[in-house]
């Protein structure tokens, strides 16, 4: 995550002073990603290859969030799409599960490598999908492949138990893949949705069927001809498009064996319901309301950019950030004027320019959300430091670009306080003693991330001990190295992605007990 904070070398910078041709360049460049074949080519992904549904439910828009424009209509898949993509996938099981470990791992690897020779389209379209700046798109892309890169290394270790038991018999454990995995992803991080889900399925032997969000769904295919190239069996990757009908057809597939799913608490809930009803296993990344803790004894500098981080990476369109920020009192002071200072500072522009720091929101749905909590919490007494606002960078960019939004004087009953806004809004909260703010930390439904800021080690320790979240950063916010479990508690989901833990939800286990010597029975 450091790397995310380097922006454009001195050539780049020169190269986009504003003089009359950036802004035929920035149109010419619309044009050319308009008009993609990433965009324009079919976009569900079927047996090997793109194609377009056999039925059409109903269309939804793709639009590029920073110009507001819709590049093209995209067709929902129906029950006849959703049916064959499982059954192109029960296919592609029966021969990858029989594979070995190190089989499946080696296609991993190289697919792993082919995500990083091409980085840049990857990048590039990413942008096009989320609106997020360019140089946070490219650390997201080789995140994912080192992803993919290490559960390809992964694969080959996944093995059972055995056990000697009296008289020389003995018992062994075997894991197993569980079939065919349905996945559902957000609009975040659409290529990190697709690889964090696919990989460890993958890995264990299992065959995967993925419905991106509607507003994101171009990487997802890219990643699907990445795993072509790679040598993945066709059937064994399948992509449908598709808006909540297309979830719940999957969801409630009788031949999905589980279901992995990232977006809101409400979802979540009504997913794991339904497959409840078929007993399906399940992984779920829900919402977060997270705290970051400023110790008086923090190094400054690290906490305000921690905070930062903790906020405002990809527009705060991030389900882990500290959005209720907690300083102690004694350094309010100097803390806010830091942080005032510097998100003033942040660049809200074009996502392809290197050193744009802010990119534009997903979609206006979202903005509106986001300027209702802001006004919301102006009412019910917060102050707004700074942000905020809508933004117009460019005549040319019609998107929904608004300032980085800091408030203070909140109070733990705020709803902006209490609920996630999913939008560059840090809320500032004030603590006098360890003890306090433990627990308004903890007051929450949810439990996903949090983070600690101080240089006394013990407290570290102690805080990190005493809160309820699932993910937890000392003296930085926001990092996911590759192989660390990501995941929450309470309402923040089930399960875990990211990490070693990951393949226990994606197997089950068989136990097969050996008797050596003759059958003893009372009969």
């Not at 920020?325 to 002071?333: A, L, Y």
């Not at 806010?336 to 997903?362: C, F, H, N, S, W």
């Not at 006394?456 to 000392?474: C, D, F, K, P, T």
Request: aromatic letters at 8%; charged letters at 20%.
């Amino acid at each position: 995550m450091k790397s995310m904070i380097k922006f454009s070398n001195k050539l780049a910078v020169e190269m986009l002073r504003p003089c009359p041709y950036v802004r035929c360049f920035h149109r010419c460049l619309a044009t050319s990603i308009s008009s993609s074949s990433q965009v324009q080519a079919p976009l569900n992904f079927l047996s090997g290859k793109r194609c377009d549904p056999s039925e059409n439910i109903g269309n939804f828009d793709l639009k590029y969030p920073a110009t507001d424009e819709t590049l093209r209509q995209v067709p929902s898949s129906g029950e006849r799409d959703v049916n064959e993509a499982v059954s192109q996938a029960r296919e592609g099981f029966r021969s990858w599960s029989k594979l070995s470990g190190f089989e499946r791992g080696n296609v991993l690897k190289r697919a792993a490598n082919i995500m990083r020779e091409r980085l840049e389209e990857l990048a590039q379209t990413e942008v096009l999908d989320t609106g997020k700046p360019i140089w946070e798109a490219r650390c997201d892309v080789q995140g994912c492949a080192d992803t993919v890169d290490y559960y390809g290394g992964l694969a080959a270790r996944i093995s059972g138990e055995f056990l000697p038991l009296s008289n020389g018999c003995f018992s062994y454990t075997v894991r197993e893949p569980l079939g065919v995995v349905g996945g559902i992803g957000a609009w975040n991080y659409p290529l990190q949705m697709a690889s964090w889900k696919s990989s460890p399925a993958l890995a264990c032997g299992n065959t995967f069927v993925f419905k991106p969000s509607p507003l994101t769904p171009l990487t997802a295919v890219m990643l699907g001809e990445v795993y072509k190239e790679a040598g993945l069996p066709d059937g064994c990757y399948n992509i449908i498009q598709g808006e909540t009908k297309t979830g719940q057809l999957l969801t409630t597939h009788p031949n999905i064996a589980k279901m992995s799913f990232t977006g809101s608490v409400p979802t979540g809930s009504k997913i794991m319901e339904a497959c409840a009803k078929d007993i399906k296993h399940v992984t779920l990344e829900l919402g977060g309301k997270s705290p970051c803790i400023i110790f008086e004894d923090c190094n400054l500098d690290n906490a305000v950019t921690g905070a930062m981080l903790a906020n405002f990476l990809t527009q705060g369109q991030v389900c882990s950030n500290g959005t209720r920020v907690f300083v102690h009192k004694s350094i309010m002071g100097p803390f806010l004027a830091q942080l005032v200072e510097r998100t003033k500072r942040m660049k809200i522009g074009d996502p392809y320019l290197e050193d744009t720091t802010v990119g534009a929101t997903i979609s206006k749905q979202q903005f509106d959300i986001v300027m209702r909590y802001i006004e919301l919490a102006k009412k019910e007494g917060a102050t707004v430091m700074c942000g905020g606002e809508r933004v117009t960078v460019d005549p040319h960019l019609r998107g929904y670009f608004v300032s980085p939004c800091i408030l203070v004087n909140c109070e733990d009953h705020m709803t902006v306080v209490r609920e996630e806004v999913f939008g560059s809004v840090m809320s500032i909260l004030t603590f006098d003693s360890e003890e306090e703010v433990i627990r308004r930390a903890n007051d929450s439904e949810l439990g996903l991330a949090g983070g600690i800021f101080t240089s006394n080690l013990q407290r570290a320790y102690r805080v990190a001990s005493a809160l309820e979240a699932g993910s937890l950063y000392i003296n930085n916010y926001n990092v996911y190295p590759v192989g660390v479990p990501f995941g929450g508690y309470k309402k923040s989901g089930l399960g875990r992605e990211n990490g070693p833990d990951t393949l226990d939800y994606y197997t089950q286990v068989k136990s097969v007990y050996v008797e050596m010597g003759d059958v003893e029975a009372p009969f």
